[in-house]
């Protein structure tokens, strides 16, 4: 694979999955703007597979995108010999670092704290009702950490290579 066909695969899919993955952030502050617990007044026959499935859909686009992003923003970093200097945050290459770390700590924030909690509340994993809606509480406030660090992240991002000279 040439180096431009290499470099325009990463930056494109980095940039079209992070729509998917912060578009996810920004739609669900849209459609849930404030904390509602997670209603345990109804049975479970209530769901259907239908939605099941719909949630299992979404949810699955929604975290392999973020592993997406990562994997080529790491790439590019790693492709270009900036990997290291910019998660060292040394020279140039701190602000893009900044950018880095930020999506790094969201990635994780995911998978390690807003899955295994949504995966009760959704009730892909059995759980008492009590845990349900603990859990509600913890994927909110997960979900809006992420959303609110993509701002910054977004920044330091754009900043790396338009506005560079602010942080000289």
């Known amino acids: 694979m040439t180096a431009a066909l290499f470099d325009f695969v990463f930056r494109w899919a980095h940039i079209l999955f992070a729509l998917v993955w912060m578009g996810h952030n920004y739609a669900n ?4 703007p404030t904390f509602k617990p997670f209603n345990g007044e109804g049975s479970e026959e209530e769901r259907t597979a239908a939605l099941e499935k719909r949630m ?7 975290r392999y995108a973020s592993i997406v992003v990562w994997v080529s923003g790491m790439g590019m970093l790693w492709y270009r010999g900036w990997l290291g200097d910019a998660l060292l945050l040394e020279g140039p290459y701190a602000v893009i670092g900044m950018g880095a770390w930020l999506g790094t700590l969201m ?3 995911l998978w390690l704290v807003l899955w295994p909690h949504q995966k009760k509340v959704l009730g892909f994993v059995p759980a008492p009702m009590e845990e349900r809606v603990r859990c509600s509480r913890i994927t909110f406030l997960s979900s809006r950490t992420n959303t609110i660090l993509s701002i910054p992240l977004l920044f330091f991002m754009a900043a790396s290579g338009h506005g560079l000279h602010l942080f000289a």
């Not at 502050?29 to 849930?32: F, K, L």
């Not at 299992?56 to 929604?62: P, Q, S, V």
């Open 107 to 109: 990635l994780l924030n």
């Open 29 to 32: 502050v849209v459609q849930n």
């Open 56 to 62: 299992h859909r979404e949810h699955g686009t929604f």
